[in-house]
């Protein structure tokens, strides 16, 4: 087994009397894809926000490749590898689609590893767009992130953090708010990420297009990890099925629903 | 039936937007009329006026250099209200270096333009954070309270300010000078807009955090366009001190704060042309209204609310928009 490239280890938030995350810990490695599921309010995001800076921790350590990244701004966690997508979507709705990937190729990480001039940038986001399903030669790339619909908002999101060469992508919940065929036709996008040794950690609801992606999950209920392992371990933990159903006689395909 | 606005880009318009296909000195004039105006407008035309309305445009230029500033500030999402802060801090600077150390224009001007960009990014620093009303409040008050500050210490001349500084060689020097600075500005600043730099500041403005998870420090951005703002600023009034030869607390009045926004409104926001033509406007309007004595305030405030109210995408825009696009009346079904 190669070394961990994320460590999380005993990470705690409060906010006010509210535990949101209470003492998680796991391990992530390069190619590896995490799923975390788990009901709403359970601390799922507040954890991604710790990770990637936004919210520093009442206690706890993140380590990413032997630097200890607890607490760091946004920026430095994103430069040294680490990008995310955002539940809320956060696009630039003042430019197009295309221009929407530039500061992420403008960042110092990526002129750092590939460098880059102003026209270039233009081509490198045309292919980026491509490859997460926008329709090169249509006006779709060119449109402002306004006028685009909810499913390719998303899809920008995740073509932002692949514009950025990160070595972990955390996607909160990519799919919701996409159709069956786009998240279809994302499937494929994310298990070649997976393929060039991108670890990922996946937040999602949608439990079946995620169980096809991953057989490592992570669940949460309010701010604790209650179980992790194989899907099938996980959905038979009594405790798992108690947190999502309240009760214990429901099968999985009404889970996964 | 009913009727609605019809609006289609001229065809020379589509022709030469974006990728440049021109095939014809039609459509090379159609984009380079707009684009020379100001050089033209600025070297060629205002010279020809008389030497009291040469004076009337330095003024109004100071003030257009302090607009365009601010048009910077207001495209990475940083509201002021105070660029009195960077005229009063040029002017004093560049009054001090002349004064005390005897120091010609050709060296304070441009160390006072360097210098008072850095201090009044360094004076907005702590409150960089701040976002909209908060980051507004604050630069409103800062020129104020350096106003009081001199005043109570009595350094710099106090009540007084510091008299006798240097003119220009002469009043041509003195024209093209300021004329040459507010194209280079203008031209500057437009260029930078169109640049992935331009496109990181615009972002900051629409979603800060979308940048920040990009890996782009954006306080370090603001800080950037804080000095760019700032030394523009700061040139306005080290020029202002020696043309007018004279630096003092009036620099940090609320005039330079609030007449760059009334252009910037009357102009357009969000481009640099709209506070240009804004200052163009309302700074030769008011001495225009001089005729009607102590009414010149009323009708000038009767300009602006019309001006607001009836354009209130700003002139600039609504030009360019007749300019780039055919507008007719068609009938609509009313269902």
């Excluded at chain 2, 937007?17 to 000195?25: C, E, K, R, V």
Aim: glycine residues 10%; aromatic residues 10%; contains cysteine.
């Amino acid at each position: 087994m190669s070394a961990a490239l994320l460590t999380v280890t005993g990470v705690s938030k409060h906010f006010g009397g509210v535990v949101a995350v209470d003492g998680v810990s796991f391990e992530l490695k390069a190619g590896e894809i995490i799923g975390i599921i788990g009901p709403n309010g359970s601390g799922k995001t507040t954890l991604v926000n710790i990770i990637t800076g936004f919210i520093r921790p009442d206690r706890g350590k993140v380590v990413f490749k032997g630097e200890d990244i607890t607490g760091k701004p946004p920026y430095h966690i994103t430069d040294v590898g680490i990008a995310r997508t955002f539940q809320m979507i956060r696009p630039l709705y003042q430019l197009p689609a295309y221009k929407n990937l530039i500061p992420s190729l403008f960042s110092p990480r990526v002129r750092r590893l590939v460098g880059g001039k102003y026209g270039d940038r233009d081509a490198v986001a045309m292919d980026i767009l491509e490859e997460v399903g926008f329709e090169r030669d249509s006006s779709v790339p060119y449109k402002s992130a306004r006028n685009l619909p909810h499913g390719y908002l998303k899809r920008l999101e995740l073509g932002r953090c692949i514009a950025l060469r990160p070595e972990v992508i955390i996607l909160d919940e990519l799919f919701s708010g996409m159709s069956i065929a786009e998240v279809t036709s994302t499937v494929p996008i994310i298990e070649k990420l997976r393929d060039e040794d991108i670890a990922i950690i996946m937040i999602e609801h949608r439990l079946r297009e995620l169980f096809q992606i991953t057989d490592h999950v992570l669940v949460f209920n309010f701010g604790r990890k209650i179980a992790e392992g194989t899907p099938e371990a996980v959905m038979n933990d009594p405790e798992v099925r108690e947190a999502y159903l309240g009760s214990e006689d429901v099968g999985e395909e009404e889970i996964a629903c | 039936m009913g009727r609605r606005k019809e609006r289609i880009d001229r065809g020379v318009k589509v022709r030469s937007d974006g990728i440049y296909a021109l095939n014809s000195y039609r459509e090379v004039l159609y984009l380079a009329v707009p684009r020379l105006i100001p050089v033209v407008g600025l070297l060629v035309i205002c010279p020809l006026f008389s030497d009291y309305w040469k004076e009337v445009i330095v003024s109004t230029a100071v003030y257009a250099l302090l607009a365009v500033s601010w048009e910077l500030l207001y495209m990475g999402g940083l509201i002021s209200l105070g660029q009195s802060l960077f005229y009063g801090v040029g002017a004093y600077m560049a009054g001090a270096l002349n004064a005390y150390l005897g120091l010609p224009p050709v060296l304070s001007i441009p160390i006072a333009t360097v210098g008072g960009g850095l201090l009044c990014a360094l004076m907005l620093l702590p409150v960089l954070r701040l976002r909209g009303i908060y980051f507004a409040m604050v630069t409103l008050v800062l020129p104020l309270l350096l106003a009081r500050f001199v005043e109570a210490t009595r350094i710099l001349g106090g009540t007084e300010g510091l008299t006798g500084i240097d003119s220009f060689s002469s009043q041509w020097v003195a024209f093209y000078l300021v004329m040459v600075a507010l194209l280079v500005a203008f031209y500057g600043f437009r260029r930078l807009e169109g640049s992935d730099y331009g496109l990181v500041i615009k972002g900051i403005n629409d979603n800060d955090r979308a940048i920040m998870s990009s890996g782009i420090n954006i306080h370090w951005y603001k800080t950037q366009i804080l000095f760019l703002a700032g030394a523009v600023g700061a040139f306005a009034g080290a020029y202002g001190a020696h043309y007018d030869m004279f630096a003092g607390i009036p620099g940090f009045a609320l005039d330079y704060s609030i007449l760059p926004i009334a252009a910037a409104a009357v102009g357009g926001m969000g481009s640099f042309a709209g506070p240009l033509l804004g200052a163009f406007i309302l700074v030769p309007l008011s001495e225009i209204l001089r005729a009607l004595g102590a009414l010149r305030i009323v009708f000038y405030g009767l300009f602006l609310v019309f001006a607001v109210v009836g354009l209130p995408e700003g002139l600039f825009h609504f030009v360019r928009r007749k300019y780039e696009q055919i507008e007719r009346w068609v009938e609509v079904d009313k269902k």
